[in-house]
């Protein structure tokens, strides 16, 4: 049975089809909003975390396909309040590569 390119998940067995790495970004607080624009833009982001210097869990955004504008407000504005308050934080992203 052919599996079409576009499948998230094996008709057969139900596994994934794509795996997930993750990265880790350590940025200032002046630099939050942007990476995070950048990262977003990119397109094979599935998912965000930013943690504070001590790793603490600040903020969790999952990115998905079609997520624009207006959906990216909220998640914008809760990192103007992250960066006051934070001298320095830690992103972790994960991709999807196939």
Not at 39 to 53: A, S
Not at 76 to 87: D, H, K, P
């Amino acid at each position: 049975m052919d599996v079409p390119e576009t499948a998230k998940f094996c008709p057969n067995c139900g596994n994934p089809m794509f795996k997930t790495r993750r990265e880790t970004y350590s940025v200032s607080s002046e630099d939050l909003i942007k990476k995070v624009q950048d990262l977003i833009h990119e397109g094979n982001v599935t998912r965000i975390i930013v943690r504070d210097e001590h790793g603490r869990l600040l903020l969790e955004i999952p990115v998905t396909v079609g997520v624009v504008g207006v959906l990216l407000a909220p998640w914008v504005a809760a990192l103007g309040v992250i960066a006051a308050l934070v001298t320095r934080s830690t992103i972790e992203v994960e991709r999807r590569s196939y």
